[in-house]
């Protein structure tokens, strides 16, 4: 069979495959099958899966930031003192919130 050697901080352990074998039982598998739903949907459609997420999560921060500097400007328009002035009258706008939410 092979040798294999394993490390840990303070210990150092060999073991020997003697053989392969199949586990009977799909529960002892750790869910490593190529059986899986979810492995079968990775490789399926996986790509699509990531460009998906990836499109989804630019429209939230796009729109993150446009709430954040709309509430911004409705303060400004009532006269309110800017944030970077030392204002902190945003933190009572539903709008901004929203936007940090987001």
């Known amino acids: 069979g092979s040798l294999i050697t394993l490390s840990c901080l303070s210990h150092r352990v060999v073991c020997q495959v003697i053989s392969s074998a199949v586990p009977a039982d799909p529960a002892q598998d750790n869910g490593t099958s190529d059986s899986s739903w979810i492995t079968r949907l990775e ?28 509430g911004l400007l409705r303060l400004v328009e009532k006269g309110g003192t800017r944030a970077g002035d030392g204002g902190h009258g945003y933190l009572k706008d539903w709008l901004w919130w929203a936007g940090l939410l987001t």
């Open 43 to 70: 490789s399926s459609y996986g790509f699509y899966i990531g460009l998906g997420l990836a499109v989804f999560s630019s429209f939230l921060i796009g729109s993150s930031i446009i709430l954040k500097k709309k």
